[in-house]
Each structure stands twice: as C-alpha cells, then as structure tokens.
C-alpha cells in the first residue's frame, strides 16, 4: 500500500517534512512484534518470581509497565542498534522498613536464581532496578515497589542503593509512576484521525521490514498501542534528539525522558501538524528551563500526582548542565524552523534530519520515501513544478490537496542553504 492510501484524511501529514518525522519516529520505537515480545517476557518473569523456589514467592502482587512503556514513547536505547530499555515496576507484597540493600538483593536473587537457571547470566543488579538482558538487545528493568497504602493509589516506596558501595546505606523514595503515565495520558488525548494514519503506517512499515527479512509477514496486534498523540510521537522524536546529541558525552548525564513526557504534556493540543507541534515543544522545553537558568536555579519537574517525587533528582547536576541542554533545544528550533520554512530541497532535508536523529533511521527513510517518489516519475506522473525544484507531493497523490497553497519541499528561488552554501 502506498502513501495516498495511508495518509488518506491527515491534516497533520500534509507536508513532506511531517511525513518524514512520522517515519522516522516509527523507525526508532518499538515495532509490534517487539511490543509483544516485551509483554510476553515480563509475563515470564511474574511467573519466574513465583516458583516454589523463588525468596520472592508469595510476595509479588503484580508487575506493570511504568515510563516510557507505560506512555507508548519507547524509543531504541543506542543510535546504531534496536536495543529497548523497557521499564516495569515490581509491586511487592514487602514491609517498607527493610533497608533498599535487602530488597533490591532480595529482587535480583529472585530473579537470577542459581547456575544453570534460566536468567542466571542475564541478570544485572543496578541502583535502583534489576536489569534482565537478552540476546536481541532487549533489556527489561525491573524496579521493586513497596506500596504506601494511606496515599493516592499506587503511591510506592522505591528503593536506592549502589550495589558497589555495600558499606553506605541506600535509600528510599515515593513515586507513583502509574499516577504519571495515566496523567500524561490524559493530558495528550488522541486526534483520532491522524492517531489512526499513524498506526497504519506504522503497520505497514513493520509489514515491509518483516518481508525484506523473509520472515512471516503477520504484524501482532497490539491493541491500538500504535495510535497514538502528535505529543507521543514529539516525545520520542525529542529523546532520540538528546540521544544523537549525547552519545558521546560519557561524563553527562541524560535530560531525563520523564522530565521531557511532563513538559511535553504541559505543552500539548495547540497544534495541526506533526512538525508544527515539533517545533512548538523543543521551544516549550526551552522556554521552561531557560526561565529556570535566568533565575540561577536548577530546574524542578515534579510528578503532578505525588509531588515528592521528583523527575529532575539526579540531572541537571549544575548550571553547566543545564545549559549544555539548553543549546542543544536551541540548535533543534533553528533546524526544525527551517525546515518548516519550506527553504530546502530534499538532499538538505536528510542532511539536517540526520543530524537532528542519526544516520540509520533517517537514510532507512529516505531510501523508502525517495524510492515512493521514483514509482511516480516512471509512472509518468511529474513531481517537480515547471521551471523550479519544488517537490509537488499533492499533485502526485502523495498526499491529499490541503486547502491553500499547493504543498511543497523548496520555493521556487532559494539562495542558500541552511549550512550557508550557496545552491549550485
């Protein structure tokens, strides 16, 4: 199935640059097929704690998915591979004054188990979870949660110790993650009609990447995890940003992707198209923490269900920090108004995406889209406008005619390049 049928009645797809975010964000998230691999497997796990053997059995009330999981917003955790970090909390059945040491023990000995078992060389204890890795780049961190029954529901304890420091204590903190996700839900509703475009094209792209394998071709339902907020898809295309830009930062600590789902829920529903609600949160983002660093002060993001948990504990850990954020937020508007602007042509398009969200994502996208667009011109149908460079995707069907202007990738005059370079 083409383009015109999987963008029929989008008004946020209109623009070449929208369809290619979408792509690019449906290359980076987890397909259907590791959506329910990541079920299946913390399904798993729930019934592992269980056995008659297990220090946890009788303990584990149930597991669930809390971040990005939670929202829909996983994105690939390295720029290069399809590795996802999935976040699930582990609500034990626990007294809350045993120490964080024991209990993050008591998980990872639940869990890894014996030599021979089944996680035993998977197993990985951190600071506040214990990671299960497997073989295709998945890893599942599990964080142990002890209920605190007197405040809102699903209110927990969660514990803090660095596994190498055995002689200095840990500690606790409260957190309601359920409470944040079904908040940010709740905050960034569906436009459904371009929700559904969304989805199918997500389909039909996992659809063609599980025929270029030559593995089976039937996409896993996964109950309309696909159809998703313009403020979901922002969300991941904003975190692999701050991926790209911090992949070889190895003494900074990453903006936190929670910090980044509350302030792009704070800054939701005012917008038509996906670039245009791209744009509009990198300059939220921006305009919230630069307020903060005018002050002086460290920015403070808290969780509008249980505000003693904060989202910003551990980054920024000084102004330098922040700033170094800052710039980059500032660097994306500059790049993503231009491309808005509809001053490039589609060579200086992948050049700025591949610098906005890495070379792998954005070349598979425009090996797809270039080759869409080679379909038409053998078919006859022209997709440039006499006498200029423009890419006329409405003329060829690509996308639907939106009232107005006719939808275009360059004008017809462009002097420069966005890197300055006059065009030849």
């Not at 209110?155 to 055995?166: A, G, L, M, N, V």
């Amino acid at each position: 199935m083409g383009l015109i049928e999987r963008l029929h009645g989008s008004p946020a797809l209109q623009e070449p640059i929208d369809i290619l975010l979408a792509d690019i964000a449906i290359r980076v998230q987890l397909t259907a097929t590791d959506y329910g691999k990541a079920v299946s497997r913390y399904e798993t796990i729930n019934e592992w704690l269980e056995r008659e053997d297990s220090p946890l059995r009788g303990r584990v009330r149930l597991l669930y998915a809390q971040g990005s999981m939670a929202i829909g917003a996983t994105i690939a955790s390295k720029l290069r591979t399809d590795e996802f970090d999935i976040d699930i909390i582990v609500e034990l059945d626990l007294p809350s004054r045993l120490d964080a040491e024991t209990i993050l023990n008591l998980l990872f000995a639940a869990i890894r188990s014996k030599p021979g078992s089944r996680y035993y060389g998977m197993t990985t204890r951190r600071n506040r979870c214990v990671t299960v890795s497997y073989a295709d780049g998945m890893h599942l961190d599990l964080t142990p949660a002890v209920l605190v029954p007197e405040l809102e529901p699903k209110t927990s304890w969660i514990f803090h110790h660095k596994p190498e420091t055995r002689h200095e204590p840990g500690y606790q903190l409260l957190a309601n993650p359920h409470g944040f996700s079904e908040w940010f839900k709740a905050m960034t509703p569906l436009d459904h009609v371009f929700a559904e475009a969304f989805a199918k094209r997500a389909f039909d792209a996992e659809r063609i990447r599980l025929i270029e394998k030559a593995e089976a071709v039937s996409v896993p339902p996964r109950e309309g995890a696909d159809r998703k907020s313009k403020a979901v898809i922002t969300l991941q295309l904003l975190k692999r940003a701050r991926n790209v830009r911090y992949d070889n930062r190895r003494n900074h600590r990453r903006p936190p992707s929670v910090m980044m789902a509350k302030l792009i829920a704070d800054g939701a529903n005012g917008t038509i198209s996906l670039s245009e609600e791209v744009l509009h949160q990198a300059r939220h983002l921006h305009g919230v923490i630069e307020a903060a660093h005018r002050q002086g002060q460290l920015l403070s993001v808290v969780n509008p269900r249980c505000d003693r948990d904060c989202f910003t504990d551990r980054w920024p850990g000084s102004l330098a920090e922040q700033k170094l954020f800052l710039d980059d937020l500032a660097d994306f508007m500059r790049k993503m108004a231009y491309l808005r602007g509809g001053e490039c042509d589609l060579d200086e398009i992948q050049a700025i995406l591949t610098d906005l969200f890495g070379e792998n994502p954005t070349g598979a996208v425009f090996k797809s889209f270039n080759e869409e667009l080679g379909q038409h011109i053998r078919a006859g149908r022209s997709v440039y406008r006499p006498g200029s460079s423009n890419l006329d995707l409405a003329k060829t069907g690509l996308v639907l005619p939106a009232a107005g202007p006719a939808v275009t990738c360059t004008p017809t005059t462009p002097k420069h390049t966005f890197y300055g370079r006059p065009r030849g």
